[in-house]
């Protein structure tokens, strides 16, 4: 189904927590996949479903050694495991030494990941320093970046859009509408939204702003525990809904949501 590239310009603006969160809400069939080439953290941060923690072996690393040969969609089921609450994960890499030998890796991921009867969440960290990233967001259905509303990560931010617009342009014919998900405190959204397609349009660029995902430590801090009412009811949580429908809005996939939140 849908492929949904989640990645920043620098920074650690939260690309891992969105994911976490979105993914969190989906309300369909869904894998989150780390495939940030600098390492990924899900392994560190969450614990698995039943309590254990998540192996770090099996994921990314595992699905590479078998695809040398080619790569089908079931495959990668094959590496996936489930955080507490249930959510689908494919653990990602431990850090650029691994990444080198799996620059080959992906296009074929992109192309299996499309295949999954799941929306994917792929995780692909700060993209500035991993050029062979690209062979997957330009497969993507929609390239969202993140970012905190600081004047640095603004400018970066717009160079980011110019640069990656144009490098997917040159790879692909049919390439990905990139978007902006500014992560800040709520009250700062309107101010923090308007400033950044102020500075958008002063560079010639079109209306790339997604929304708005709630700055809230107390959330971000209970997305590593347990799902539970009260992650449910935070502004995290609750800003990462509205996030959730925007996103669907502009992939494709079956209309009428299977009830996958609804039954946890
Ligand atoms: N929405 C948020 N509200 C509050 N704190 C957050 C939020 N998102 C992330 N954080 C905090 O910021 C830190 C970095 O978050 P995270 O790992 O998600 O960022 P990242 O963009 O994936 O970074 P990296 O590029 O290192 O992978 C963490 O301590 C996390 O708890
Ligand atoms: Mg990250």
Known sequence: MALIALAADKGAPGVTTAATALGAVWPRAVLVAEC???????????????????????????????ARRGLQ???????????????????????????????WLWDPLAQALKAMPADVLADCGRIGSNPEILDLLVQADLVVLFARPTLDQVAHLRERVVTLGRALAERGRRH?????????????????????????????????VLGGLAYDVKGADL???EWGGRLDRTLLIRSA???????????????GPPAREAAR
């Open 176 to 208: 990905p509408e990139i978007g902006v998900v500014m992560v800040a405190e709520q009250r700062e959204y309107g101010r923090a939204l308007a400033e950044v397609r102020r500075v958008m349009q002063g560079a010639g660029l079109p209306d790339v």
């Open 223 to 225: 997305l590593r525990g």
């Open 73 to 103: 969609p079931q495959q990668i089921q094959e590496h996936t495991q489930q955080l507490v609450g249930g959510l689908e994960v494919l653990i990602g890499i431990n850090g650029a030494e691994q990444a080198a030998g799996l620059t």
């Open 36 to 66: 940030d080439t600098a390492g990924g953290d899900l392994a560190y941060r969450l614990p698995a479903q039943g309590g254990g923690a998540l192996n770090p072996a099996r994921g990314l690393l595992s699905l590479g050694a078998t």
């Open 241 to 255: 809904r509205e996030v959730v429908g925007t996103l669907l809005a502009r992939v494709p996939g079956p209309v």
